[in-house]
């Protein structure tokens, strides 16, 4: 049945790689698609969703009204959901998350955003976490270069989101933000041995003619390991200074943009160029 609120923000979702206007602008969001508890037909419904570490987290507020959204009862019914996070799309085990876990993780959303604790001063229930883990996905459809931009667009986005996170901190480095900024530090860190150990060997052997380009992205890997190391450093520190981290951050930005320019000015042509199967 077409949702006149849902259904524009999945095509635009789908239309601009995890992107969208409106009040939504600058918020995480996924979609999830679940299997309907009764009619066992799939649901998509748009979500604000949370980084943490390898799964995300979805809280299932219905704006804080009195009973739980559609959606969490179909994935306690059927916890094998599909996420759709911009870039990839993947199968997933959703997991209600109970007792300290489950308290803990939405006191960590509150101190992050308030608007979680509005939403359960107005309802008796109590407000659902879910955590959402991938169990299993493959890379983005159509051609690898353009795969690789629409990653790489991905890393932009959160790392817009965490300067802007940085921005509002005030005196003090939240625990959600602590856990965005060490997210982003795993995310950009497997990307860059991936494309080391993977990508790279097989552009070596069939493009030697990129030897040069690909020892400077080599180098340039290693050197935002280097600022990853040091982001994470100051992260575990009890207090860290927020002027602190939103230079890190801003250096950190600075490298990785620069970084995935060239990249994408050498290596997309040659990757649309790949066959992909069918």
Known sequence: MPNPFNDPII???RANNGRVGG??????????TTTGARSGAPHTTPVGCLPDGDRV???ASAGGADRHPAWFHNLVAHPEVTVEDGVFTYRARADVLTGDERDRLFARAVEADPGWAEYQAGTDRVIPVIALTQVDGGPPP?????GLVALHGAFRRELALIRAEVARSGAAVG???RVNCLTLCEGLGVHHRHEDGGLFLFLEQHHPDLAPALARMRDEHAAMTALLDELRALLSQPSPDPSALAA?????TAQVEAHLDYEESELVPILNAVPTPG
Do not use: N
Not at 23 to 32: A, D, I, K, T
Not at 142 to 146: A, R, T, V, Y
């Open 23 to 32: 009040p939504f602008e600058g918020s995480r969001l996924l979609l999830l």
């Open 57 to 59: 987290l979805v809280i």
């Open 142 to 146: 159509g051609p690898l270069g353009d």
């Open 248 to 252: 890190e951050v801003d250096r950190l």
């Open 11 to 13: 095509s635009e979702f």
């Open 175 to 177: 625990a959600q933000l």
